[in-house]
C-alpha cells in the first residue's frame, strides 16, 4: 500500500518529536503493510513555515536511516499546505511540494471556517495544472449534508481528488465524520484514502479497523483502487482513476 499522508518527518510539526519517533512510526506502518509514504508535513505558516529545502534533507535523511536499519520503506515527497494566500502563492510559484515527481499537492483548510474564496482559488491552482487532493473531506463543514454532499460531487467532477482518513472510516456510522466517510466513499467521491497517521498510535486505527471497514465498504477493488492504483498515479503526476460505485 503507498499512503499520502503521513506526518513521519521529526520536530518539524505535530508529528514525531525526534529521530527515535519517526523511526518507529516508519516501522510501525511497514509492518502494517505499507511499502511507500508521502512525508507530509504541515506548510502551516506562521505555526509550522515548513519549506521545500528543509523537508527534502529530513526524508533524505529518514531514507537513510531506514535503509541502515533494513526497514522497507520509501518516502516520497510532498507537503500539506494550509489554505491560505501566503501558501497558495507559494505554490503557483513552484515553491510548494507537490507529490513525487509531479504536479498533485496535498491541501487541508479549517473545517469549520471553511476556506475564502474557495472555487475562484481552485480554479487558480487548476489553471496552473496543479491537480489538487483536498485532506480528510469528511471533516469539513461545508461538505455536510445533501447539499454538501452535492457541492463536493461538482468539484470532484472537476477534477478534485478527495482524500478520506483510514481511521475515520474505523469509526461507528453514528459519529458525525465516520459518517460521512463512509457516505462518500459509497458514493463514488473519494480518490485516495491515508492514514495522516502522526505518530505509532495512530497506525492500528487506520489499517486494521480503518481498512477493514473499507474493504466492507467496496471489496479489494477500492482498496486497491485508493491505497495502490491512485496514489501511484498521483506521484506521477497524472490524475485519478476514476470510479463508478455500485449502487446503493
Ligand atoms: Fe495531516
Redesign the pocket.
Request: hydrophobic share 40%; with cysteine; glycine share 12%.
Given at each position: 500500500m503507498i499512503d499520502l499522508?503521513?506526518?513521519i518527518l521529526p520536530g518539524i510539526d505535530d508529528g514525531p518529536t525526534d529521530w527515535d519517533d519517526s523511526l518507529a512510526l516508519a516501522r510501525a506502518l511497514s509492518q502494517a503493510g505499507v511499502t511507500a509514504v508521502a512525508a507530509?508535513s504541515?506548510m502551516k505558516p506562521p505555526t509550522w513555515d515548513n519549506r521545500a529545502e528543509a523537508l527534502t534533507g529530513l526524508r533524505v535523511e529518514l531514507s537513510q536511516r531506514l535503509d541502515e536499519e533494513g526497514v522497507r520503506l520509501q518516502i516520497h515527497p510532498g507537503a500539506?499546505h494550509w489554505w491560505c494566500g501566503a501558501v497558495l502563492d507559494r505554490l503557483v510559484a513552484g515553491g510548494g511540494q507537490t507529490y513525487g515527481t509531479g504536479t498533485a499537492a496535498?491541501l487541508?483548510f479549517h473545517p469549520i471556517e471553511g476556506p475564502r474564496l474557495f472555487e475562484q482559488r481552485l480554479d487558480r491552482l487548476w489553471e496552473h495544472g496543479i491537480i489538487i487532493v483536498l485532506?480528510?473531506v469528511e471533516r469539513y463543514k461545508i461538505f455536510e449534508g445533501r447539499d454538501g454532499f452535492r457541492r463536493l460531487a461538482r468539484l470532484v467532477d472537476k477534477g478534485l481528488v478527495a482524500q478520506v482518513n483510514l481511521g475515520s472510516l474505523g469509526r461507528g456510522f453514528g459519529w458525525s465524520r465516520g459518517g460521512a466517510a463512509k457516505r462518500m466513499v459509497q458514493a463514488g467521491l473519494i480518490g485516495l484514502a491515508c492514514g495522516?497517521c502522526?505518530r505509532v498510535k495512530d497506525v492500528e486505527p487506520a489499517y486494521d479497523r480503518g481498512l477493514k471497514a473499507l474493504e466492507k465498504l467496496g471489496g479489494t477493488g477500492v482498496v486497491e483502487r485508493l491505497l495502490w492504483r491512485n496514489p501511484s498515479r498521483l506521484l506521477d503526476g497524472i490524475e485519478v482513476d476514476p470510479w463508478s460505485p455500485p449502487q446503493f
Amino acid at each position: 500500500m503507498i499512503d499520502l499522508h503521513t506526518h513521519i518527518l521529526p520536530g518539524i510539526d505535530d508529528g514525531p518529536t525526534d529521530w527515535d519517533d519517526s523511526l518507529a512510526l516508519a516501522r510501525a506502518l511497514s509492518q502494517a503493510g505499507v511499502t511507500a509514504v508521502a512525508a507530509t508535513s504541515h506548510m502551516k505558516p506562521p505555526t509550522w513555515d515548513n519549506r521545500a529545502e528543509a523537508l527534502t534533507g529530513l526524508r533524505v535523511e529518514l531514507s537513510q536511516r531506514l535503509d541502515e536499519e533494513g526497514v522497507r520503506l520509501q518516502i516520497h515527497p510532498g507537503a500539506e499546505h494550509w489554505w491560505c494566500g501566503a501558501v497558495l502563492d507559494r505554490l503557483v510559484a513552484g515553491g510548494g511540494q507537490t507529490y513525487g515527481t509531479g504536479t498533485a499537492a496535498l491541501l487541508e483548510f479549517h473545517p469549520i471556517e471553511g476556506p475564502r474564496l474557495f472555487e475562484q482559488r481552485l480554479d487558480r491552482l487548476w489553471e496552473h495544472g496543479i491537480i489538487i487532493v483536498l485532506a480528510h473531506v469528511e471533516r469539513y463543514k461545508i461538505f455536510e449534508g445533501r447539499d454538501g454532499f452535492r457541492r463536493l460531487a461538482r468539484l470532484v467532477d472537476k477534477g478534485l481528488v478527495a482524500q478520506v482518513n483510514l481511521g475515520s472510516l474505523g469509526r461507528g456510522f453514528g459519529w458525525s465524520r465516520g459518517g460521512a466517510a463512509k457516505r462518500m466513499v459509497q458514493a463514488g467521491l473519494i480518490g485516495l484514502a491515508c492514514g495522516d497517521c502522526h505518530r505509532v498510535k495512530d497506525v492500528e486505527p487506520a489499517y486494521d479497523r480503518g481498512l477493514k471497514a473499507l474493504e466492507k465498504l467496496g471489496g479489494t477493488g477500492v482498496v486497491e483502487r485508493l491505497l495502490w492504483r491512485n496514489p501511484s498515479r498521483l506521484l506521477d503526476g497524472i490524475e485519478v482513476d476514476p470510479w463508478s460505485p455500485p449502487q446503493f
